[in-house]
T-cell receptor, first 113, second 115 residues
């Protein structure tokens, strides 16, 4: 069990650029979640996949954000036309349906200049 | 709306002593899970302990235990024999959607264990 991995760990970009993050869940975990965490706050839910289907999206997920999980394994989160307010830690978590417990990755810290 | 409240932004405790972190939540559900997660400085979030609401017995994991009061919607975390490695942010979390188990988190409590 290698745990949830996320790449890159850090990303610095200029306002207006597009960025893409990747999450590899624990193998055989069919549920995958994306959260956003700003400094000193608790994580906030963004979106959730069960297998390849995106089943829930938060109102925080504006139309500049898109997430995919094409084969039900890894997932990508893309932010288009980044804004300074997008600066945050983006966390990925995975779980097996029916077991309730989510396991988190190390996160991708985004800084938009 | 389902909310989670942690009323202690910061706490400190001497090494080897006991500390209790508080958490209250609001829900109309009857069966659910509650979680405490730990996030050390610059490190990833890890699960500390979980409680199933339909179980009356409080969960324990080594030095960590909870005091779950379902009627009061209270879910506090007790850390016994505090260690320096317990220094971290602690988040209480609750699934706001039982179908997908998406979590809502409290604002966190920053715990400092002093030598």
């Amino acid at each position: 069990d290698t745990g949830v991995s996320q790449n890159p760990r850090h990303k610095i970009t200029k306002r207006g650029q597009n960025v893409t993050f990747r999450c590899d869940p624990i193998s055989e975990h069919n549920r995958l979640y994306w959260y956003r965490q700003t400094l000193g706050q608790g994580p906030e839910f963004l979106t959730y996949f069960q297998n390849e289907a995106q089943l829930e999206k938060s109102r925080l997920l504006s139309d500049r954000f898109s997430a995919e999980r094409p084969k039900g394994s890894f997932s990508t989160l893309e932010i288009q036309r980044t804004e300074q307010g997008d600066s945050a830690m983006y966390l990925c978590a995975s779980s097996i349906s029916g077991t309730e417990t989510q396991y988190f990755g190390p996160g991708t810290r985004l800084l938009v200049l | 709306a389902q909310t989670v409240t942690q009323s202690q932004p910061e706490m400190s405790v001497q090494e080897a002593e006991t500390v209790t972190l508080s958490c209250t939540y609001d829900t109309s559900e009857n069966n659910y899970y509650l979680f405490w997660y730990k996030q050390p400085p610059s490190r990833q979030m890890i699960l500390v302990i979980r409680q199933e609401a339909y179980k009356q017995q409080n969960a324990t994991e080594n030095r960590f235990s909870v005091n779950f009061q379902k009627a009061a919607k209270s879910f506090s975390l007790k850390i016994s024999d505090s260690q320096l490695g317990d220094t971290a942010m602690y988040f209480c979390a609750f699934p706001f959607n039982n179908a997908g188990n998406m979590l809502t988190f409290g604002g966190g409590t920053r715990l400092m264990v002093k030598p």
